[in-house]
């Protein structure tokens, strides 16, 4: 978790390559939609913490909490 919210410091960008976009379509429009604001949260956090002149290494492991809930979410979600 921790090193995948690295990649929630720079801005969300929806994929162009075709493989990932193919896999991004399969998934119901829900998940895809909880996805997105997951991925624009995790952001939003990110320019919080730098904002307020976090260290960074701090403000990653605050990030990374915040993504296993996320994920725990998308777990339990109602089909």
């Given amino acids: ?13 929806p994929t162009t390559r075709s493989v990932l ?6 998934a ?4 895809r939609l909880r996805g997105q604001a997951g991925n624009e949260r995790l952001h939003q956090q990110w320019i919080h913490f730098d904002v307020r002149k976090k260290r960074p290494v701090i403000a990653n492991v605050a990030i990374a909490r915040e993504l296993a809930g996320w994920c725990w979410s998308v777990a339990t979600m109602d089909k």
Avoid at 8 to 13: P, Q
Wanted: net charge neutral; no cysteine; glycine share 0%.
């Fill in 28 to 31: 119901p429009e829900d998940v």
């Fill in 21 to 26: 976009q193919a896999r991004w379509e399969k």
């Fill in 1 to 13: 978790m921790v090193e995948a919210a690295w990649h929630h410091r720079r801005d969300y960008r």
